[in-house]
């Protein structure tokens, strides 16, 4: 079951999955490469999640523009709520991305690698998710399309 979330999501599941992913990446990089390494992950899955964003927020209009015209009306409500379910959560890829670096206390982590391989792991899961909510609003807004012309 784990491995069909993985394939679904992106991302590993399973404690042993994560490991073995972690390790075949970070493979025989000094820290400091590794870091840099999944560093620039965390900043390509924000970079797609400031493009997913901005998409979402056109749908949205397009969502507003078919509720003013008579549009099923249900149909656009539930495409609207999956959109901005789906524009909350790609929201949070949007955050800063210092804390993996730091403990509680403040100190420099030890293992600041995995924290930010975590990272990776935790934006990748939030895009994949919000992705297919977007997909699901815009099949709403197709099917209500379809039934408006008809």
């Given amino acids: ?4 979330l ?14 073995t992913v972690f390790a075949e990446m970070a493979g025989n990089r000094s820290k400091e490469s590794a870091i840099e390494f999944f560093r620039d ?3 390509h899955n924000t970079a797609k999640s400031g493009a997913l964003l901005g998409a979402q927020g056109i749908f949205v209009v397009v969502d507003i523009f078919a509720i003013d015209h008579g549009w099923p009306r ?7 709520l999956l959109m901005l379910a789906g524009s909350l959560l790609v929201m949070t890829n949007l955050r800063g991305t210092l804390w993996p670096y730091r403990k509680k206390s403040g100190e420099l ?3 600041a690698v995995r924290a930010v391989f975590h990272l990776v792991l ?3 899961l939030r ?10 609003s815009i099949i709403l807004l197709a099917l209500a399309a379809i039934a408006f012309t008809h």
């Fill in 109 to 111: 982590q030890v293992d």
């Fill in 127 to 136: 895009f994949n998710v919000a992705l297919y909510l977007t997909f699901l």
């Fill in 74 to 80: 249900n149909v656009i409500l539930a495409s609207m």
């Fill in 6 to 19: 993985w394939r679904l999501f992106g991302v590993p599941f399973g404690a042993e999955d994560r490991a």
């Fill in 1 to 4: 079951m784990l491995k069909i």
């Fill in 41 to 43: 992950g965390a900043s």
């Fill in 122 to 124: 935790r934006r990748s």
